[in-house]
């Protein structure tokens, strides 16, 4: 595991334990307001945002830090994830969920070198799990090694976000996938879904929008545990990169077959 791990992880639990869980369920209207539509962010966000960006700025002085909500306020801030080392956090993943009184949310930080990312942490506050890759290191989960499923069903299952697709992308989607996938629901929290993946739950999963809080942690995660996550055109994902959409896969061979099948409707 990273050498940072056991310090950010504290940052994350201590957050999760004084911020995240006093706010839920217990959040007011005013509490909750709209960035952009159908795009949540509540108090909660905020103040965890604030705490873990000052407790990471006291553990890494010479990094700099990048948060879903910064972005919010001033979206330049991406320009800083291309060049030295930067900690990239997302204080509650999921808000929607959150604000709705109900799981899944998660909380994730990503350390990126390079534009690279070179650890993630993926936190689910309800449960306490962690989980947590190196680059070249492994993926763990509440510390245990990790790693994909070898079998997959013969149809394998499928989460499609479809939520930031146009509706012509989203209905030719699922027309392309229904014959070869059980599409299933997708749970609204990458935190979550990245598991999954990992886990065996789902098998297969389809985003456009690829903002790195989002994404640069799970897709560390998936590839470490020996699952694949990249471009359709095969490229690596990389937190500065500005580009959409993003397969991720159980396995580099069910990441084939569906570029194959579906690629065409998205590749760039």
Not at 16 to 21: L, N, P, Q, S
Not at 88 to 95: A, H, Q
Not at 140 to 169: Q, S
Not at 242 to 267: C, N, Q, T, V
């Amino acid at each position: 595991m990273h050498p940072l791990y056991q310090p950010v992880l504290d940052i994350i639990e201590k957050a999760a334990r004084d911020i995240v869980m006093p706010y839920y369920q217990n959040l007011k209207s005013d509490q909750i307001d709209e960035k952009t539509p159908g795009d949540l962010v509540t108090v909660a966000d905020k103040l965890s945002e604030e705490y873990i960006a000052g407790a990471l700025s006291e553990l890494l002085p010479e990094t700099k830090i990048v948060g879903e909500e910064a972005f919010a306020a001033d979206e330049s801030v991406l320009d800083q994830l291309g060049d030295g080392q930067v900690c990239i956090i997302d204080p509650i993943d999921g808000t929607g969920n959150y604000a709705a009184g109900r799981g899944p949310f998660g909380i994730m930080i990503a350390l990126v070198e390079q534009n690279e990312t070179v650890a993630g942490w993926l936190y689910d506050p309800l449960t306490g799990r962690i989980c947590h890759a190196e680059k070249n290191g492994g993926a763990f989960i509440n510390g245990d090694r990790v790693t994909v499923p070898e079998d997959h069903p013969t149809k394998p299952v499928a989460a499609l976000a479809t939520g930031f697709m146009t509706p012509e992308e989203r209905d030719t989607l699922l027309a392309a996938a229904q014959p070869f996938y059980e599409i299933v629901d997708i749970p609204r929290c990458a935190a979550e879904q990245y598991p999954r993946l990992v886990q065996g739950t789902n098998h297969l999963s389809v985003f456009k929008r690829t903002l790195p809080w989002d994404h640069a942690s799970g897709v560390l995660f998936l590839n470490e545990a020996g699952g694949k996550c990249a471009r359709w055109d095969g490229s690596d994902y990389r937190p500065a990169d500005r580009r959409k959409g993003l397969l991720g896969a159980s396995s580099p061979k069910l990441w084939d077959e569906a570029a194959e099948r579906l690629g065409d409707i998205f590749k760039t």
